[in-house]
């Protein structure tokens, strides 16, 4: 079975400078997806970014980017320039690509709440 | 564009009382919908979903079921709350495209006393 692991329960920046958020997964699949979730304290969840894993380009979307390393089943987020409004739990999640009722299910890992300093 | 709704926002229930907490999406059509809960401190849990109406499938066994009676309606239901159901609720969709992504709603902050 496929597992997603945020190994950082907690992570603190200051504003204005860059942090990296970690996540590993495990799976026998080839094809998948990769996303990063925000959820801030009004707690709706967010789409962050998405990676697909057939792409060797990292994706990023404006200030968050991401390091897709597909040897390793690593998947980081970066967030430059951090804001008081990146503040918020970051969720890693997983799914595979392909045919059938369960493909498209997310998995989540247990996330990382970061917190951004003034 | 597309918006999701969920409602109630809150709801706090004496265990033993049923249970019916509703989501529906705008600006879609035939979209994937699921149902999450989450724990507080913790990540999310797929409980159901389902990829067209009157189609669920189950995730974990528990107290709890879903239904589609129409395209963009999802309903999560319980006959007898037990306080282990207390949790956040989230809905989300997904298009029939291949980018996987999925949006999510507000969430319902379910309190069972």
């Known amino acids: 079975a496929q597992t997603v692991t945020q190994s950082q329960p907690e992570m603190s920046v200051q504003e204005a400078e860059t942090v990296t958020l970690s996540c590993t997964y495990d799976t026998s699949e080839s094809d998948y997806y990769l996303f990063w979730y925000k959820q801030p304290p009004s707690r709706q969840m967010i789409l962050v970014i998405r990676q697909e894993a057939y792409k060797q380009q990292n994706a990023t979307e404006n200030r968050f980017s991401v390091n897709f390393q597909k040897a390793a089943k690593s998947f980081s987020l970066k967030i430059s320039d951090s804001q008081l409004g990146d503040a918020a739990m970051y969720f890693c999640a997983y799914t595979g690509s392909g045919y059938g009722g369960s493909q498209g299910n997310l998995i989540f890992g247990k996330g990382t709440k970061l917190s951004v300093k003034p | 564009s597309q918006t999701i709704h969920q409602w109630p926002a809150t709801l706090v229930q004496p265990v033993g009382s049923p249970l019916s907490l509703e989501c529906t999406v705008e600006g879609t059509s035939n979209p994937n919908l699921y149902w999450y809960r989450q724990a507080a401190g913790r990540g999310l849990q797929l409980l159901f979903y389902s990829v067209g109406i009157g189609q669920i499938s189950s995730e974990v066994p528990q107290n709890l079921s879903a239904s589609r009676p129409q395209d963009r309606q999802f309903i999560l239901s319980s006959k007898k709350l037990l306080l282990s159901d207390s949790g956040f609720y989230l809905c989300?969709?997904?298009?029939?495209?291949?980018?996987?992504?999925?949006?999510f709603g507000p969430g319902t902050r379910l309190t069972v006393t």
């Open positions: 989300a969709w997904r298009g029939d495209d291949y980018t996987y992504e999925q949006y």
